[in-house]
T-cell receptor, first 114, second 114 residues
């Protein structure tokens, strides 16, 4: 069982609200990731981080932003939520090993924007 | 275009039966292939990982095969249990990137009936 946590698990919010999805891991992993997954579709990488103060955008363009002030914490923020942001957001982390590291996923946050 | 294609999209089997899920990929260069199990409302959990030189790997009742020449992989589940009901995701990693970019399939939704 991976020690990676996400809160909230479910969030229903109105358009225009600012939201922050929390992700934390206790495994000391340097690499962390945010994915977006719609029902029946593949995961899309939206942000990743190699370590503290390192953040990069992923393959899928996203209006969200991330920060990495502490190794264990990788929050994702939407300044103004829209219905198009409705999706499942998965956080993951992996240890610093070359090439074959497995990503450990959190349980996900299901976001519904009305 | 998704570089990882999985089939079937969904599958229903009776408890105790065996089944095989397929994954075809076009990712190049190839580093490794993983199979993940994703329970409803949860994050994916790694089942197996195979590199170019490995053609089979087992994890309990799960056996994955890899044919790197034809770029095909399969996941065989033996003596299925109700708890095997989940989405099974094939993930291929490319080589030559410090991130080790991952390409996700859309998954096969397996339902095991009693």
């Amino acid at each position: 069982e991976a020690d990676i946590y996400q809160t909230p698990r479910y969030l229903v919010i109105g358009t225009g609200k600012k939201i922050t999805l929390e992700c934390s891991q206790t495994m000391g992993h340097d690499k962390m990731y945010w994915y977006q997954q719609d029902p029946g579709m593949e995961l899309h990488l939206i942000h990743y981080s190699y370590g503290v103060n390192s953040t990069e955008k992923g393959d899928l363009s996203s209006e969200s932003t991330v920060s990495r002030i502490r190794t264990e914490h990788f929050p994702l923020t939407l300044e103004s939520a829209r219905p198009s942001h409705t999706s499942q957001y998965l956080c993951a982390s992996s240890p610093e090993k070359g090439g074959q590291e497995t990503q450990y996923f959190g349980p996900g946050t299901r976001l519904l924007v009305l | 275009k998704n570089q990882v294609e999985q089939s079937p999209q969904s599958l229903i089997i009776l408890e105790g039966k065996n089944c095989t899920l397929q994954c075809n990929y076009t990712v190049s260069p190839f580093s490794n292939l993983r199979w993940y199990k994703q329970d409803t409302g949860r994050g994916p959990v790694s089942l197996t990982i195979m590199t170019f030189s490995e053609n089979t790997k087992s994890n309990g009742r799960y056996t994955a095969t890899l044919d790197a020449d034809t770029k095909q992989s399969s996941l065989h589940i033996t003596a299925s249990q109700l708890s095997d009901s989940a989405s099974y995701i094939c993930v291929v990693s490319d080589r030559g990137s410090t991130l080790g970019r991952l390409y996700f399939g859309r998954g096969t939704q397996l339902t095991v009936w009693p």
